[in-house]
Every structure is written in C-alpha cells, then in structure tokens.
T-cell receptor, first 116, second 112 residues
Framework: KAGVTQTPRYLIKTRGQQVTLSCSPISGHRSVSWYQQTPGQGLQFLFEYFSETQRNKGNFPGRFSGRQFSNSRSEMNVSTLELGDSALYLC???????????????FGPGTRLTVL | KQEVTQIPAALSVPEGENLVLNCSFTDSAIYNLQWFRQDPGKGLTSLLLIQSSQREQTSGRLNASLDKSSGRSTLYIAASQPGDSATYLCAVKGGGSYIPTFGRGTSLIVHP
C-alpha cells in the first residue's frame, strides 16, 4: 500500500507570492490534516479535511487555506507569502475523521518551503 | 488547553543501552497518544498508538506505556542502535480536542 505523498518536496518562493502544496493520502483514507513545522514553534495544526469538508481549523491567518477533492487528495494554498512562512509543511492521512476512536495518523515526507 | 512536554530535549547514548523517553501532558482526559520518529528534514513515522483504555503497546524493541492519572507516557527503547538516531515526538489527542497536540520532541543520538 502506497504511503502519503506530497508534492513538491521543495519550493523556493519570494515574499508576496502565493504557493499551492498537494497531498495524496493513503488509498482508502478520507481524512487529511495539514501541519506547519518550524524550529521555533514545533508542529502546529493548520486544518483537517474529511469527505471534502473542513472539519477543524487551527489558529492561522486567512492567507492559509485548503481544500479536498472527491478522491480525497488535498491542496493547501498560502497567499501573500511572508518570510515567517518558511517551514516544513506536513500532511497526515487518517482512515476516519479525527474524532473517530482509534484512528492513527500517517504522515507524508513534507514539503520544504523557503520564502526569500 | 492541552500542553505536552517531552524531557529530555536531547539525549546521547552509546549503542546497546536501554533508554526511556518521557512525554507529559496536562489534561488527563485523553482519547489516545501516539509516538512518532522523525529523521532530519523528513516526515513523521508512526511508531505506536496507545488508546485511552490501554496501558501499553509494544512493537519490536519499542514499548510505550500510558499512565493517564499522572499525565505521563514513556517510550522504552531496548538495545539501542545507531539507526535509532532521530527525533521522537509524542502527540496527545484529548483535553477537549480531537486535534493532536505535539510535544517538541526528544533528539536522540546513538553512537557506535
């Protein structure tokens, strides 16, 4: 069974640009969560999508948005990039919604975003 | 709000040692706790998932225990190897939220 895939693996952008990251969950998994990881803040939750609906949202500005498609693939968009957005963006896949008992998270390799 | 602390932040041990990593959480009303390892610049690899009703889980040389009343989980690694070198994170789901709260991790180096 293929794991969680994320594309691209590396990105370099300049301030003010926008970026779209993609995540394909494990086959059969319907939940995708996004996290931002930085040395200063650690792992911070961005949002969770389940069956094309955003179920939970973290404490990030509106410049961070996402969506999920009918095949469970998810995209995350960051508009008007700032230097502080440089981070490793991780996607996690689960078989069920986060509120379901016993669901385990499986992470992708991440997308390393550098904002210059 | 759930807070998760991992001590120590860094650990360096010789190969072959048995070691214990700690994860503490402030709200004992948890749903589950999951241990991960992360290699530098990479994603997280799931190691063990302990449900709220369980006391421990084992996988190979790894054993994780959970004590909700004291707000603690430990990850025991037996006969450590250089390949175990990584950062180990725990994630706690609970305390009124289905969103896991992650600790900052323990950076482990096992030297030959």
């Amino acid at each position: 069974k293929a794991g969680v895939t994320q594309t691209p693996r590396y990105l370099i952008k300049t301030r003010g640009q926008q970026v779209t990251l993609s995540c394909s969950p494990i086959s059969g998994h319907r939940s995708v969560s996004w996290y931002q990881q930085t040395p200063g803040q650690g792992l911070q939750f961005l949002f969770e999508y389940f069956s094309e609906t955003q179920r939970n949202k973290g404490n990030f500005p509106g410049r961070f948005s996402g969506r999920q498609f009918s095949n469970s693939r998810s995209e995350m968009n960051v508009s008007t990039l700032e230097l502080g957005d440089s981070a490793l963006y991780l996607c996690a896949s689960m078989s069920g919604y986060s509120g379901t008992q016993g669901v385990e998270q499986f992470f992708g390799p991440g997308t390393r975003l550098t904002v210059l | 709000k759930q807070e998760v602390t991992q001590i120590p932040a860094a650990l360096s041990v010789p190969e072959g040692e048995n070691l214990v990593l700690n994860c503490s959480f402030t709200d004992s009303a948890i749903y589950n706790l999951q241990w991960f390892r992360q290699d530098p610049g990479k994603g997280l690899t799931s190691l063990l998932l302990i449900q709220s009703s369980q006391r421990e889980q084992t996988s190979g040389r790894l054993n994780a225990s959970l004590d909700k009343s004291s707000g603690r989980s430990t990850l025991y690694i037996a006969a450590s190897q250089p390949g175990d070198s990584a950062t180990y994170l725990c994630a706690v789901k609970g305390g009124g939220s289905y969103i896991p709260t992650f600790g900052r991790g323990t950076s482990l180096i096992v030297h030959p």
